[in-house]
């Protein structure tokens, strides 16, 4: 079981900053990719970004450009920088892990972090 901590989330203008901070309890080395999803009101979670651990990493087309997910550091932490906030980033924010473990594969979700971008 590995549980996932985020924080970060806020409100903030259009146009604004954030960064959105997770860290997992077990090695970032023993899971296969972790990253960040959202959630806007009445529609479904979306894959916001990504890192998996050979070293690819994956975007969403509505925050390519804007949006900068870290690669792993020594405090064993992944950052999600998000530049140029829009209205429609609104939504709250899931850290999201999946390991490999056994021969079984694991999914882990953190509780979520509201991010709100006001016009």
């Known amino acids: 079981q590995v549980q996932l901590v985020e924080s970060g989330g806020g409100l903030v203008q259009s146009g604004g900053s954030l960064r959105l901070t997770c860290v997992p309890s077990a090695s970032i080395h023993s899971l296969k990719s972790i990253g960040w999803y959202r959630q806007a009101p009445g529609k479904e979670r979306e894959l916001v970004a990504r890192v998996v651990m050979d070293g690819s990493i994956s975007y969403s087309d509505s925050v390519k450009g804007r949006f900068t997910i870290s690669e792993p550091d020594a405090k064993n932490t992944v950052y999600l920088q998000m530049n140029s906030l829009k209205p429609e980033d609104t939504a709250v924010y899931y850290c999201?892990?999946?390991?490999?473990?056994?021969?079984?594969?694991?999914?882990?979700w953190g509780q979520g972090t509201q991010v709100t971008v006001s016009s």
């Open positions: 999201h892990a999946d390991q490999l473990y056994a021969g079984l594969g694991y999914d882990y």
